[in-house]
């Protein structure tokens, strides 16, 4: 069938503009497509920070060896006349030979000084070798762990061998003595610096390198052979932390131009802008400065340290362009490592950058180790020649009339470079080049705040830039900038902060040591923030809108992204817990608890979760300030993720590790009690918090919660619960129990009867054991109490399943034990309290339909199971017939233990209580131990310890006997050891560590880019393009179904598809726009493509094994689909990525109706996407409606009726709600009025069971309601009595009415199927299917209309599935 097949491939449907236009779709709200339901709830990956320097090493030691023999020349260099003369800008053949050397000694340790003033100078002038000697190995005795620098001049000596030597003099100065690097390695030691000024200097470098590999291989030989004559010397020091700077490669000559210094290397290592500048004045280009001499040069003013003046900044760019280019060329651990580690280094290698680019135009090339990739011709020379050449020009009329310096517009110009590439790259690129340069404008006040707007946009495009950023140094720079008074910076520094901690919480503690904190606890209570205004000239409104921060101008976000920067801070950091503490930060988040603002408040309670974790002192002082009953109000928050939030920060209020007083266990229980009611909250992230948070309540009780767990366990054992599966075999699919062919109607009498029963029962038995066993008589246990594991454990999604000691079934039936059975008469007073409540809750939390809160549960349940167990005890496993005496186990702090002694027949006990309490009662513990689920066989019936009802709440049993037979749990008692610890084997299920990730997951919206516009804003992007070609799509489908409607359907028999289902089929539902069909059977559900006639997916719904599916909806049918599932049991379940090649996964599930008795119709729902609302109802007295937006229930319309709902419907334009209900009577309800009134209208025209009510969408639509007698009655919610009444076939076991074509489908018990039109008229009745052999149709189980085109979906309960359309010529 090709109806729609290019309708479907097609984005042109061939629409006119004005319907294009008029595309409803785009107005429809999306359910359940927040981010929460999309990913998965974890924090991001961490990335390896490399920027922290692990190593930070100053240079504390310098070694200025100068070798001049001034007026000697050496043998082995013929100079050039005139010669290049000037060492350290002095000219050593001005003044006396002796003079000159000192002279030129005391200006070189100047010139370090400049870049080193603390460091520790000696200078060692034409030296011999013992003096050298003396003068490295003293400098590295005082230097210990930190770098030393060796700087040598051999301008006087002859050039360095190739044996690997430097020379230096004898003492009387006749000769020159060799000195070999070896030598020079051992005495300097390491980390070191060395730095050679001498002709064929790169032969120093090779030669260091080789000695420094033979080092290491005598290392490694001493390190395995210790008899070997290395290992008996003292260790060479390894040679690995050592740089090197040389003049020149090993066959290259220093320059020897006149016009340039002798010592051209050094002065570029020393006085870089001085050479820089006279290099300059000597090229070419030079002559385009007009008046600027080398004379002029030495009369610039300023000091190299202002910024404010000429030379300053000339310095301040230099330093910029020079750390750009390093950055931009060298990989980042060597730029860290040379650049980032000790500022003297740094320095040395920033101006080595400009030595190799003046000593190559003399054809010279500097070498270092470790080497630098070529940098000389880097184009941002060109911005330096530029910066030079503007203050250059300025020179003659600043010098000789006095004009005002013009500052250089080179830092502004490199910002709106830096901004170019913010606005006009493309996603994937490399980083920008001018971020080094961004860090040193946050040193000028002038564009500081140009600066910082430009970085958190950088900042904000993802935690790549951050990380960057990082490397490049910014971390300094905006620590400092927090003890800035500026208003206008907060916001910047407050976004920027964030963007860095989202990425790297480590740099709390830097933080909390400066102080930091108290500049965002002044945000967070400051409700004026200012605003950024345009201040420099984007080009249009929108770059404005999304470049600035404007964006985030909103006071809400700063103060969000301060209490975000403040949880980090706060998290598990004591140091950082007490500073908060002290700054009033608990008292400033309670004021914003109720601020609009739904981020706001969810941080400010994970703030106040992480700061009073594990530390008492904040809890108390939130005590004082009410700060639980002030997070009560969140719990019923609009927000999911505003609930959960401080649903964690109740859970770590009542989790602490500190001694329990009455009064903080009194607040315990109340936050614990406040905590349960969120146990059937829509949204599975506030569920698993919820269980965590009870876990902490369960591990600071511990020891009354095991008492609880074992009475829990003693009932589930005793009492066989009342499961709905008894009925039946959970193969054996009848289609009494399975379709609603022989609708059960119950009255209420009976479902109340029901329960009475079960109660009365249940306590009369509990009664009776109890008499039993005060008098010392036997118990019998029934084998078949205990279910064994099965395969629906196995679907919780848990890797631990198999080593759980209660199985998914036992919590199950414990669970409804729970609730049927007298087990509040049978423990204390205080027990029907805090501690069984939540242990209720928790197995509630146990069988949730979401697979991560149950699995969570299992856990906390099971840790305590085991906990009890162990507990319970004896050390030694005697026969059957004996009992142990045991001594008492070691007390807990959390609650006191009794000590108990038995004699053989359990008549006689003697009683030893701890301080004065009123002991526990006795326990049988036949129900705590199991290897392996089996039949249990019937051994001698044991005996049960006396009964003694407690008022106290102390500590589990721990002496009592065994059962031989193993019944529940995976570890017995003869596996223990003597003293009754945990085999090592076994898990340990709970810790204090149980965790969701939400916190985690929520500060990634501070790591990813908040300035973006979103992708489905985005009118380019595919998410966009898919969404247009769908709604076109819809659009087209809606458009040719009404064609075919509106030429009138007589006849809808043609059978356009067939194929028998894997199961049974119980409810089907067509996709609106799809050629897609879901069929569900009990427990799972088939996807076929129906044109195609192909089987796309069929999946496990994942519901216990004695529920079954018994509705289906479409959510978002016209745009991304998901499918939600309704089980009898009242879950529902929301899958998305079926039928389309993927794995379907659940979205989210909940539990839409709590004690949902499962009766033959089951869950019904309704579903409308214009509002976003859920209706379900069922075997319960109320329509409940949830709203998806909010993940909570918004209503409860009590149906007034005593039996149960089969059917609803519902308008959202008029608030209608049509119920069509079992005993025969429709309701209508108006859900903006109160639970009193909403119900305005009630007709009890049908005799019996109503299988479909429906309510006509339109604005005067009737209701159309048909019952199991076949009789359809049409009413005016208007009018009290029917305006019409059809009748069809008798014995109904399923109706559908088509929505747009007033059609009625008419399944019968009789093998059949009717099709009538809106007259009653039949135009078809379907009994076989298509075929040669022409096979009767099975018993009707279920059947629907597309909401659209004339087809007819048949499910039957041999297994079949077909599909009936209108005839060929209409389509």
């Not at 029917?1282 to 009415?1297: C, F, M, Y």
Request: charged share 20%; aromatic share 8%; proline share 7%.
């Amino acid at each position: 069938m090709k109806m729609d097949a290019e309708l479907l491939h097609s984005p042109v449907v061939g629409l006119s503009e004005e319907e294009e236009a008029d595309m409803s779709d785009w107005n429809l709200p999306l359910a359940f497509m927040k981010k929460r339901h999309l990913e998965k709830i974890e924090g991001s990956k961490a990335l390896a920070q490399s920027w922290r320097m692990k190593d930070r090493m100053k240079t504390v030691s310098v070694a200025l060896v100068l070798c001049l023999n001034v007026g000697v020349d050496p043998p082995d260099v013929v100079k050039t006349s005139p010669c290049a003369r000037l060492e350290c800008w002095i000219d050593p053949l001005s003044m006396s030979p002796q003079k000159a050397l000192e002279t030129i000694g005391a200006n070189l340790q100047k010139q370090y000084e400049n870049w080193q003033p603390r460091a520790r100078y000696k200078q060692s002038l034409d030296p011999t070798v013992d003096e050298v000697k003396k003068l490295c190995t003293s400098l590295r005795r005082n230097a210990k762990e930190e770098r030393v620098l060796f700087h040598y001049n051999g301008h006087g000596v002859p050039r360095p061998t190739v044996n690997g030597e430097i020379w230096v003099f004898n003492k009387n100065y006749t000769q020159y003595i060799p000195l070999s690097i070896y030598d020079l390695q051992t005495w300097m030691g390491s980390p070191s610096i060395f730095v050679y000024d001498c002709s064929n200097a790169g032969i120093i470098v090779k030669s260091f390198k080789q000695f420094a590999l033979q080092r290491e291989q005598e290392l490694e030989v001493a390190a395995i052979n210790p008899n070997h004559p290395l290992a008996q010397m003292p260790l060479p020091p390894s040679m690995k932390n050592c740089i090197q700077l040389a003049a020149c490669e090993a066959n290259e000559l220093l320059p020897m131009n006149p016009d340039l210094p002798a010592d051209l290397f050094t002065s570029c290592l020393t006085t870089p802008i001085k050479i820089a500048l006279r290099w300059f004045c000597m090229q070419k280009s030079a002559k385009l400065v007009p008046g600027v001499t080398l004379d002029l040069i030495e009369k610039i003013p300023g000091r190299l340290n202002d910024r404010r003046t000429p030379l300053g900044e000339l310095n301040w760019i230099f330093t910029a362009i020079t750390d750009t280019i390093a950055w931009n060329v060298l990989p980042r651990d060597l730029f860290q490592k040379l650049f980032r580690q000790d500022l003297l280094v740094a320095s040395l290698f920033r101006n080595f950058l400009l030595a190799e680019r003046i000593m190559r135009s003399y054809n010279c090339t500097p070498v270092s180790s470790p080497r630098l990739p070529p940098t000389y011709m880097h184009a941002m020379w060109q911005a330096w020649d530029l910066a030079v050449d503007i203050c250059l020009s300025q020179l003659p009329t600043i010098i000789e009339e006095g004009t005002a310096f013009r500052h250089s517009p080179f830092f502004a110009e490199q910002l709106t470079a830096f901004q170019v590439w913010l606005t006009m790259g493309v996603e994937n690129r490399n980083p920008p080049e001018q971020l080094p340069i961004v860090l040193q404008v946050l040193l000028s006040q002038v564009h500081r705040l140009r600066a910082l707007d430009l970085l958190g946009c950088f900042l904000d495009l993802g935690p790549w830039a951050v990380s960057l950023a990082l490397s490049v140094g910014i971390f300094p720079y905006v620590l400092k900038l927090l003890q800035s008074s500026a208003r206008e910076l907060r916001p910047l520094l407050v976004f920027i902060w964030a963007k860095i901690l989202a990425v790297d919480s480590s740099c709390q503690a830097d933080l909390v040591k400066d102080n930091g904190h108290k500049y965002f606890l002044s945000v967070l209570a400051d409700p004026y923030m200012p605003e950024l205004g345009n201040t420099w000239g984007l080009t249009s409104q929108k770059d404005h809108e999304w470049m600035c921060l404007l964006a985030l101008q909103d006071n809400a976000e700063h103060r969000t992204m301060a209490v975000f920067i403040l949880a980090v801070i706060v998290n598990s950091y004591n140091t950082g817990q007490e500073a908060c503490l002290q700054g009033n930060l608990i008292a400033i988040c309670l004021e914003q608890l109720s601020d609009p603002h739904p981020l706001l408040r969810q941080w400010v309670a994970i703030c106040l979760g992480r700061i009073w974790q594990n530390f008492d002192s904040a809890r108390w002082c939130g005590v004082r300030d009410s700060a639980h009953e002030k997070l009560y109000s969140l719990l019923s928050d609009p927000i999911p993720e505003v609930r959960c939030a401080a649903v964690f920060a109740l859970g770590t209020f009542v989790g602490n590790s500190a001694e329990r007083t009455d009064h903080s266990t009194t607040i315990d229980h109340n936050v614990a009690m406040m905590l349960a009611q969120l146990i059937n909250d829509g949204s599975p992230v506030v569920r698993k918090e919820l269980v965590v948070a009870l876990s902490h309540l369960v591990v600071q009780y511990e020891s009354n919660f095991c008492t609880v767990a074992l009475q829990f366990m003693e009932e589930e054992k005793n009492y066989a619960a009342p499961s709905p599966a008894n009925t039946t075999e959970p193969g054996n699919l009848t289609p009494v129990r399975e379709s609603p062919a022989i609708p059960r109607l119950r009255s209420v009498n009976s479902y109340t009867n029901i329960r009475a029963a079960t109660t009365a029962r249940n306590l009369n038995k509990s009664l009776q054991n109890l008499n039993l066993n005060e008098e010392g008589g036997p118990v019998t246990f029934s084998p078949g109490n205990l279910s064994a594991s099965s395969s629906a454990s196995s679907t919780l999604g848990s890797p631990d399943n198999d080593e759980y000691i209660l199985s998914f079934e036992t919590i199950d039936k414990m669970r409804r034990v729970s609730s049927y059975s007298s087990l509040n008469s049978l423990i204390g007073v205080s027990f029907n309290s805090v501690y069984t409540q939540i242990w209720r809750v928790l197995l509630h939390l146990a069988a949730d339909p979401f697979p991560e809160v149950s699995d969570l549960a299992m856990k906390v349940l099971n840790s305590i199971a085991y906990k009890a167990t162990m507990n319970a005890r004896p050390q030694k496993i005697l026969d059957s017939g004996s009992l142990t005496q045991s001594a008492p186990a070691s007390p807990t702090s959390k609650g006191t233990l009794i000590h108990q002694a038995g004699t053989s027949n359990g008549a006689n006990r003697s009683l030893s209580r701890c301080s004065g309490s009123p002991p526990i009662p006795g326990v049988s513990s036949s129900s705590l131990t199991n290897e392996v689920p089996k039949p249990p066989t019937r051994d001698a019936p044991p005996t049960r310890p006396p009964y003694t009802p407690t008022l106290g709440t102390q500590g589990p049993p721990h002496s009592h006997q065994f059962q031989r037979t193993r019944k529940m749990f995976d570890k017995g008692p003869d596996q223990m050891t003597e003293d009754g610890e945990e085999t090592p084997g076994h898990r340990n299920f709970i810790s204090m560590a149980l965790q969701t990730g939400l916190c985690d997951w929520s500060a990634k919206y501070f790591a990813q880019p908040v300035m973006k516009i979103p992708e489905e804003h985005d009118m380019e992007s595919q998410v966009r393009k898919e969404r247009e070609w769908r709604f076109l799509r819809n659009a087209g489908v809606r458009r040719q179904s009404q064609r075919i409607i509106q030429r009138g359907i007589t006849r809808l028999d043609d059978q356009i598809f067939i194929n028998r289902n894997p199961g049974v089929p119980s409810v089907v539902k067509f996709h609106p726009f799809n050629p897609c069909i879901a069929v569900a059977d009990k427990d799972s559900i088939c996807f076929w493509d129906w044109e195609k006639g192909e089987r796309l997916d069929y999946f496990y719904n994942g519901n216990p094994r004695y529920t079954r599916i018994t509705a289906m909806e479409y959510l978002n049918g016209h745009d991304c689909s998901l499918l939600l599932t309704a089980t009898d049991d009242g879950a529902l379940r929301i899958w998305k990525n079926f039928a389309d090649q993927r794995n379907p996964e659940m979205v989210t599930a909940w539990q839409g109706l709590s004690d949902m008795l499962p009766s033959t119709r089951g869950m019904v729902v309704d579903w409308e996407q214009e509002t976003g609302l859920l209706m379900t109802s069922g075997d319960v007295r109320v329509v409940r409606i949830w709203d998806t937006e909010r993940e909570m229930k918004v209503q409860d319309i009590p149906t007034g009726a005593d039996s149960c709902v089969t059917s609803l419907s519902c308008d959202p334009q008029r608030s209608l709600v049509v119920a069509g209900l079992g005993d025969g009577s429709v309701r209508v309800y108006d859900r903006r009025m109160g639970p009193n009134e909403c119900r305005v209208m009630t007709y009890r025209e049908h005799g019996a069971w109503v299988v479909k009510a429906h309510l006509q969408r339109e604005t005067d639509g009737h209701i159309i309601s048909v019952s199991v007698n076949g009789d359809v009655r049409f009413f005016d919610p208007r009018t009290p009595d029917s305006i019409n009444i059809l009748q069809t076939v008798k014995g109904l076991t399923a109706l559908d009415i088509h929505p747009q074509a007033n059609l009625f489908a008419c399944g019968s018990m009789n093998q059949f199927i009717a099709v009538y039109n809106s007259n009653g008229d039949v135009i078809s009745n379907i009994k076989y299917y298509d075929g040669f052999m022409g096979q009767r149709i099975g018993a009707i189980s279920c059947l629907a209309f597309h909401p659209y085109w004339p087809h007819l979906a048949v499910g039957s309960n041999d297994y079949y599935m077909s599909i009936y359309s209108a005839e060929k010529r209409l389509r």
